[in-house]
């Protein structure tokens, strides 16, 4: 008797499992397999549209970074070129200004038997002072040149070495961005030094403080002058240089 009834149980338990279970042909789990593959199939075509998407943004980026690392380059080689410039001018004046000293302590002292007089300086004191103010300035001290240089001339107003501070002067004014002081003590020296071997350098600083300040016309008048009447000098190289950068750039 016991043993019937579980068989029933056992039956009637398989009887009502089956009846549970989802056919393949159900209309409701066809739908829901319909439906599923569709979700999957948007999931892959959002992710692909987003993988390109980023990968457009990328590309786009390193282009711009290219770009700007261009950029960056030829910003780099004008400032080398730039400072290449500023030294080779400033050798090249430091050179002939220690020819000019060798030349001047070389030279015999003229014979005479009118009596002896104080020279204005004595025992280098101008070359000294003229020194420490050019090294301030080579250092980029340029505020502290500029009041050193100003108090040298002052000082030794009958010094040999007048037009050199005038001209190093102007130069400090020059890296300082003051073009309208720079300008007019280059000028200063064309007009009142004519016979100074700065004359070639303070009329090529006159053409770049005139560019500085976008007068292109006279500073293309001034640098050509420097070429004409200069040819062999380190003046006109960097002047033929600067009129070649201002065609390139379109002035």
């Not at 009846?19 to 959002?46: I, M, N, S, T």
């Amino acid at each position: 008797m016991n043993t019937l009834r579980t068989l029933l149980i056992v039956a009637g338990l398989g009887t009502l499992l089956a009846g549970c279970q989802v056919r393949d042909d159900d209309p409701y789990a066809v739908r829901q397999r319909e439906l599923e593959a569709k979700v999957d199939q948007l999931e892959q075509v959002f992710k692909n549209q987003s993988l390109q998407g980023m990968s457009q943004r990328i590309d786009g980026l390193q282009d711009q970074l290219e770009k700007l690392r261009g950029d960056v380059e030829v910003l780099q080689h004008n400032q080398d070129l730039d400072k290449k410039q500023q030294r080779d001018l400033y050798q090249d004046l430091d050179k002939r200004l220690q020819k000019l000293e060798m030349g001047l302590s070389a030279a015999p002292a003229p014979v005479s038997t009118a009596p002896v007089q104080a020279a204005p300086v004595g025992n280098g004191a101008d070359e000294g002072a003229y020194q420490k103010s050019f090294n301030q300035l080579k250092d980029g001290r340029f505020g502290d040149a500029i009041k050193g240089f100003k108090s040298f001339l002052k000082q030794y107003p009958d010094s040999s070495l007048v037009p050199n501070a005038v001209f190093w002067t102007g130069e400090a004014y020059y890296q300082m961005s003051d073009f309208d002081t720079a300008l007019a003590t280059f000028k200063k020296v064309v007009k009142d030094y004519p016979t100074s071997s700065k004359v070639s350098d303070a009329l090529l600083k006159v053409g770049y403080c005139q560019y500085e300040q976008q007068q292109w016309k006279s500073a293309r008048q001034t640098l050509n002058s420097v070429v004409q009447n200069y040819p062999n000098s380190s003046a006109a190289s960097l002047a033929t240089q600067r009129l070649q950068r201002m065609q390139d750039e379109g002035h």
